[in-house]
């Protein structure tokens, strides 16, 4: 037995002891007179029933190392009459749902929330406190409990020697398990009777219960149900002629105990439940087993029951959750329908704060109700961002807190989940490079191309992977980057710069300020950056991936024009020449040369059809009038006057071939492609809608869960693998995924290392301090920015963040890039909340019916090291990779797109504006702030989006990065429009807001009341996307 511990609790336990003991001396006779009893606690007696009180005092003196409950399994036992005799037989389980055994006894129901009837608790409570309750057991068998249990009953309500044994031996029969069978097993058995075969299959009638586990449970599938350390509760009811007067017994053993093959699964016992009586209503024995199930699948009651000292203890958390029990009308429900789970559950550590937090402030007044009020400080972050005020304290701090680490961050990486990343992380990060190497070389006349932006991402992944604090981050060229690299080069050629060298000195310029804002924790300053400018941010750039891939896509419409004039009736009409060295010779296909006709003679004869005179040209037919074709049929057959031959063309020469020899082609289908874009399209649609519905397969209905799970884990390698087995068995030229084969600069004028000086003037070194400003400021936003997303708390990571060290990693690599002439790299947010994405851990084992618990990120270095390694080496590749089309990768691009921005508030609330009131979903800031603050407050973002957008895609994009730092000064101002009360459920409190607060220099205008439990659904209804903020 554990000990009291001393103060407010004992005395509140003592009270609660003093009070049940005049409430034991008047017992009601009946389950209806039980109703007073409860009802008065809580609503006549004082605010704080006396059974609240004692529950509340049990929990306060919970040991740290018990905060946390096992999870039990209980099954339902129950006692049937068949033609052998009495029979005990499996009807119902629990783990945190209920499942009953269908009436043909075949197959387990799905897991439904049990509904009780009300009567049925009062019936429960009745039997606990009029029955034998034990606590603490010393037992090792089933014997044995049921041995002691029938010893130690009152001298009022002890039983005969005769009764005793014969109550013994029905207890110790063997039970009836219905277990879980695979659809192989169960395919096998059709068609068989339930006991047809050997009798080891089928327990007989009248055996005895086997100390030992059966061999059916230790292969029962159900138990991969359970994670290790959960225990077992035993309910055992029914109804024999032998008993005058009810036989109740609630058993917890001091230690758990396998009882043997009483249950379907080989797990150890805590608690054992008996009721036995004589006949009574329909069902009423089976309900009660079904109110105690229902009872001990609730933690709070859970946790009084392992904690009680004696049975008014017991009694108490049954009020308790009286107390907290919702009634269903009869007539407004069908009491037959099955509730199905919820997609989320509260959670039962704030039922229990809650309760304890109750209990403090009827003790202590209002001062306990001004704690309990939820603070409004920033929730973000904790010691990462805190200052040390020493130059690169924060940075000393940063490595400090990552080495301890280090070596786990290769070895967490051997899963296969890891792989299925790296693939998936690799295509994307391919397709990145090729994109923004493509775009940097249009914008810089091939000084940075395609092959830079290879070798580039790959060594500055490789080392930011490798040394960086938070090292799941991708780096990538991001759009806002590549503005700027338009923007200078620009610059360059109007004032007659060196481009590379006038962005050397730059790159020095930004890596000097990047190492002071390290030195003097400038990271600090993130803690500003509220959800406000986070999602302004993320929407930006996931805007960015879905509008770069559509345009793609439209661009691949522009090279092969799908074919809106052809005609299939008029494909006899269709021709195509090759005219080598002069108009009047065609060598067509393998056709002999043919004398063509001069233009004149060819402008004659069409004017001459279309008069009507096709009668005057022999062996012509009529010449359609809206042909804009030249000759839409051979002319062979028309009998010209020929202009003289020029010397005869080889025969059978190919559009290739014709094109080389400097020919020309003539005819109307000389322009005819495939309807390759009209297959890109499919391609680029059919990978993204196949990504999306492969990601949620895992939640679909059909196979194992471990099959559902791999299929999810590589959801997108397989949509890709698919569109390119299509591709390739239609065998269209689409166009694919072409990579650099040779190590050597786009550009045949530049090397691969930049000299500082020599090309410009000597002034230049300093005047490019003035554009590293803008630089800076944008490396900084951007890499920060990002870095606060990936390290919220809600991705539950382990081994802390490194602000101050990730911004040392990029300004050093600044260095590096722009000596050697490689593109500028930073955080990529889309991608690197993929990677996040791709890297989810979830729970492996969960009850029927509940969805899998988010464990958090699989956080290591090798992932990401592999995918930058694989990318250098991509450029020995290119035979393999050529065999992926662009629309593929295309369609995966805008699947991350579209995953990142659903994955923020800002699309629900800008979803909002489009749906009536009526049919809004139930979210929780619509609870508590009004729909037009809540639609103003969106307005400001969407218009704050609009100019980001408007300035990247102008000449104005010079101070796109003060526009961004701009969003936090908006976010200031904000607080002159809205309460702090409205910012803290739309955004965040930014921190000196928070600390004013918190001291009581602001007033507080509203108080959120049930914030810490709404806070937790919230946090439960995540779904297995990324989720960028949460209140």
């Known amino acids: 037995m554990r000990d009291q511990a001393p103060g407010p609790a004992s005395a509140a336990l003592q009270a609660a002891d003093a009070h049940s003991q005049l409430r034991q001396e008047d017992t009601p006779s009946s389950s209806s007179d039980v109703l007073y009893p409860v009802v008065s606690c809580s609503i006549f007696a004082s605010s704080i029933s006396s059974a609240a009180e004692r529950v509340r005092a049990i929990l306060q003196q919970e040991e740290v190392g018990d905060r946390k409950c096992p999870l039990l399994f209980i099954q339902l036992n129950e006692l049937l009459s068949t033609p052998a005799g009495l029979e005990w037989k499996e009807t119902a389980r629990w783990i945190k749902f209920e499942e009953k055994v269908e009436d043909g006894g075949e197959r387990w129901s799905m897991p439904h929330i049990p509904a009780l009837p009300l009567h049925s608790l009062f019936e429960l409570r009745t039997c606990l406190q009029k029955g034998t309750v034990l606590l603490d057991l010393d037992a090792h068998s089933v014997k044995e409990i049921i041995d002691k249990a029938l010893c130690r009953q009152p001298n009022e309500r002890a039983l005969p020697p005769e009764l005793k044994d014969r109550l013994a031996a029905l207890l110790l029969l063997q039970p009836r398990h219905q277990a879980t069978k695979s659809p192989l097993l169960a395919l096998a058995d059709l068609g068989l009777s339930p006991c047809r075969g050997k009798a080891k299959n089928c327990p007989q009638a009248r055996a005895q219960l086997s100390e030992t586990p059966l061999k059916e449970q230790l292969r029962n599938r159900f138990k991969k149900k359970l994670p290790p ?46 009721l036995l009586g004589p006949h009574a209503k329909v069902k009423a024995y089976h309900e009660i087993g079904r109110a105690m199930a229902t009872l001990l699948t ?99 701090r940063d490595i400090r807190r990552k080495a301890p680490w280090y070596r786990s961050d290769f070895s967490d990486a051997l899963h296969i989940q890891c792989l299925s990343a790296v693939l998936y992380i690799y295509l994307a990060t391919v397709t990145n490079a090729i994109t923004f190497g493509g775009m940097l070389g249009d914008a810089t006349a091939n000084m940075q191309g395609v092959l830079e932006s290879f070798l580039g991402t790959a060594f500055a992944g490789s080392i930011f992977c490798l040394f960086s604090g938070q090292p799941l981050t991708i780096l990538s060229s991001t759009g806002p980057v590549l503005v700027f690299e338009r923007l200078l080069f620009s610059f360059s050629e109007d004032y007659s710069l060196d481009y590379l060298e006038f962005r050397l000195w730059i790159g020095l310029w930004v890596a000097f300020f990047g190492l002071v804002l390290v030195a003097t924790e400038a990271s600090h300053l993130v803690q500003y950056f509220t959800r406000f400018t986070e999602e302004g941010f993320c929407a930006l750039i996931s805007l960015i991936f879905i509008y770069d891939s559509l345009k793609k896509m439209l661009s691949l419409a522009e090279a092969f024009p799908i074919n809106w004039h052809y005609r299939t009736d008029d494909v006899t009409l269709y021709s195509c020449s090759c005219n080598l060295s002069s108009p009047g010779h065609v060598s067509a296909g393998n056709d002999t040369d043919t004398p063509l006709p001069s233009p004149t003679a060819l402008q004659q004869v069409r004017t001459l059809l279309l008069a009507g005179g096709g009668d005057r040209v022999q062996g012509c037919p009529p010449w359609p009038s809206d042909s ?190 722009s000596v050697t002439g490689l593109p500028w790299y930073v955080s990529a947010t889309v991608i690197s909340l ?119 895609s102008t000449v104005a994009a010079i101070i796109f990065p003060v526009m961004l730092l701009a969003l936090v000064g908006i976010r200031k101002g904000l607080e002159c429009i809205f309460s702090l009360h409205d910012l803290s459920w739309l955004d965040s409190i930014m921190p000196e807001t928070g600390r004013k607060e918190a001291e009581g220099k602001l007033p507080r205008k509203h108080e959120k009341e049930e914030s810490d439990t709404e806070e937790s659904e919230l946090m439960h209804r995540q779904g297995p996307e990324i989720n960028i903020s949460v209140n």
């Open 628 to 817: 804009g074709c030249p000759h839409p049929w051979p002319l062979s057959s028309c009998s010209l006057p020929a202009s003289p031959q020029p010397p005869a063309a080889p025969a059978g020469l190919s559009r290739a071939q014709c094109l080389s020899r400097g020919g020309q082609l003539l005819g109307a289908s000389c322009q005819y492609v495939p309807d390759i874009a009209l297959l890109s399209f499919l391609l680029f649609g059919g990978t993204f809608l196949c990504c999306t519905a492969l990601k949620h397969f895992k939640s679909s209905r059909y196979f194992p869960t471990g099959l559902r799970k791999l299929v999810s884990d590589f959801s997108i390698i397989l949509a890709i693998l698919i569109f390119c087995a299509i591709d390739v068995a239609l065998g269209l030229e689409t166009p694919k995924l072409l990579v650099p084969s040779e190590l050597k600069p786009t550009n045949p004028t530049r090397g691969w290392i930049v000299l500082p000086f020599g090309a410009n003037p000597w002034w230049v070194c300093l005047a490019a301090a003035v554009p590293a400003v803008l630089v800076t400021i944008l490396i900084f936003m951007d890499q920060q920015i990002t870095a606060v997303i990936l390290n919220r708390k809600e991705y539950k990571l382990k081994k802390g963040a490194g602000f101050h060290l990730d911004l040392l990693c990029v300004s050093l690599l600044m260095i590096i890039t």
């Open 298 to 396: 609730d933690e709070l009651f859970q946790r009084v029951a392992l904690q009680a000292k004696n049975q008014e203890d017991i009694i108490a958390g049954i009020d308790v959750f009286l107390d907290e029990l919702t009634v269903l009308p009869p007539g407004k429900w069908d009491a037959s329908a099955r509730i199905p789970p919820p997609s989320c559950l509260p959670s039962p550590h704030k039922r229990i704060s809650m309760h304890l937090r109750e209990w403090k402030s009827h003790c202590n007044g209002s001062t306990a109700a001004a704690e309990d009020r939820p603070g409004l400080g920033h929730p973000h972050f904790s010691e990462e961002l805190e200052r040390t005020g020493r130059l690169f304290g924060g940075l000393v």
């Open 229 to 274: 350390g959960a225990e077992v509760a035993n309910i055992m009811v029914g109804e024999v002629d032998f008993l005058k007067k009810p036989f109740t017994v609630f058993v917890r053993l001091r230690e758990v105990v396998a009882l043997g093959s009483l249950t379907e699964v080989a797990f150890p016992s805590r608690f054992l439940f008996i």
């Open 834 to 952: 993929a990677h996040m994405d791709s890297l989810r851990k979830e729970s492996t084992t969960s009850a029927p019916g509940e969805q899998p618990e988010f464990l958090g990120i699989r956080e290591q270095r090798l992932t990401g090291l592999a995918v930058f390694i694989l990318t250098g080496v991509s450029v020995f590749m290119a035979p393999i990779l050529k065999y992926i089309p662009m629309p593929v990768l295309y369609g995966v691009f805008l699947h991350m797109g579209v995953v990142a921005l659903n994955s923020i508030q800002f699309t629900d609330r800008v979803r909002l504006l489009l749906m009536p009131a009526k049919h809004q979903p139930d979210l929780l800031y619509l609870r508590h702030v009004p729909l037009r603050r809540v639609h103003l407050f969106t307005f400001i973002q969407v218009l704050c989006l609009a100019v980001l957008w408007v300035l990247k």
